[in-house]
């Protein structure tokens, strides 16, 4: 999941263009990693596993980042010294979106999977600009936002009620409400790992706590299901590419990190979704799910909201 900072668009026009490739990748690399882990889910090891098995792949992922930077003296020094609980606990917010889209994904498309999530970070980040959160001040809501909110919940009514119209039926609406809310609390961990790379300086670094924090979530509710019969039948395929979601969480973070200081928080918020929706397509296009109407609406008014939404930064911003 994609830690960014604050910066202004600068550097020479190759290094921007660079930089919108990479951004546009780390978005279509996002609806790769849903697609991923809703095929390791489907293949035996159900949704709760799979968010397990990612968020271990992603933690042993990042760890090797650290090791191949030569920064692991200086992590340790900054987790010693600076980290507090918090920076871990935010990577809570991050497992009900990983599980949604492992159960989602299979039920109603990556596409449709990345509209109800992307829905449910524009409505909550309405919400938390408002309070200021993660910013230096608040960002009042203007019409223009509010336009941004209801053309999301529009979209996400589109996607939701499509997914009715299936064979998955009704649990295909169930999918979608469960991806728009996993897409809001994620914006919890958004707001927290930006604080983070403020104060350290390294993504890296809040990409590690975050990452931990939500291992240690998921492996409690692993432990939770287990008595209960949630884990039986539980069955590990043999492809080896299924387990790439993990390490591309990774390659999502660091691809982000490096984008927004050529590009700004705008482009670099425009060229992910883009990267995203247009990756989600063609994989409902290539797989079994296929490209619906309502995939092709949706995906269109959620595109507007983050259009309406997004605003070009000044000189510094945050987010």
Known sequence: MPVTTSTTATGPATRVTLAAV???????????????????????????????????????A????????????STLHVLRTSASWWWFAVGLCSVPIVV???????????AVASVCSVAGQTVAGLALDARGVGLPAPLRLTARRAAAGLAALVGLGVAVLGGATTDAGWGAVLAGVALFVGG??????????????????????????????????????????????GLDGVTLPGQWWLY????????????AAYAVRHLGTFVLTLTVVGGQMVMAVLLDVL?????????????????????????????????
């Open 62 to 73: 990042t760890v090797l980042v650290v090791v191949a930077r030569r920064r692991v003296g």
């Open 184 to 229: 809001a609390v994620l914006c919890g961990q958004q707001a927290g790992n930006g604080r983070v790379t403020q104060l350290t300086g390294d993504p890296v670094v809040a990409t590690l706590t975050s990452v931990t924090g939500g291992l240690v979530g998921i492996s409690v509710v692993c432990a939770l299901a287990a008595p209960l019969g």
């Open 100 to 110: 949604a889209m492992a159960a989602g994904v299979p039920l109603v498309g990556v």
């Open 244 to 255: 790439l979601g993990g390490p591309l969480g990774t390659l999502i973070t660091v691809a």
């Open 287 to 319: 797989g079994v799910v296929g490209l619906r109407w309502q995939t092709v609406v949706a995906t269109a008014v959620v595109g507007l909201a983050v259009v309406l939404v997004v605003q070009r930064p000044g000189p510094r911003t945050s987010a």
């Open 22 to 60: 990479v951004a546009a990748g780390s978005g279509a690399v996002l609806s790769l990693q849903g697609r991923l882990n809703g095929d390791l889910a489907a293949a035996g090891t159900g949704p709760v596993v799979a968010a397990w098995l990612s968020y271990v792949g992603t933690f042993l």
